[in-house]
């Protein structure tokens, strides 16, 4: 599976922005896909996750009730709708997918996008 994400930018401090990943291969339906972030020395952290079905989904607490992962299967596309963001929210934004339930944990993921970046001004 190759991953490809996009729709990253530059946004005011509690503006928004809807991130995609497009995954080639006709096994997307098979794996559960999470977004995770990484700001520039930090380590990458866990944002959303969602289930192959789209039935389930799970956040990290900070972006709890501001974000909403979803995805298409038709398109072979996961989304990160992203609200009210903040400047500390500045970082790298990677897709991923896996087969494993442990969705919080990035060495879990067994392929991931090459990133896209948001910048949150303030």
């Known amino acids: 599976v190759q991953l490809q994400a996009s729709g990253g930018g530059l946004v005011q401090a509690g503006g928004s922005l809807r991130l995609s990943c497009v995954a080639s291969?006709?096994?997307?339906?098979?794996?559960?896909m999470g977004w995770f972030r990484q700001a520039p020395g930090k380590e990458r952290e866990f944002v959303a996750a969602i289930s192959w079905s789209g039935s389930s989904t799970y956040y990290a607490g900070s972006v709890k009730g501001r974000f909403t992962i979803s995805r298409s299967n038709a398109k072979n596309t996961v989304y990160l709708h992203m609200n009210s963001l903040k400047p500390e929210e500045t970082a790298v934004y990677h897709c991923a997918a896996t087969y494993s339930g442990r969705y919080y944990l990035p060495a879990e993921y067994d392929y991931w996008g090459q990133g896209t970046l948001v910048t949150v001004s303030s």
């Open positions: 291969g006709r096994t997307f339906s098979s794996y559960a």
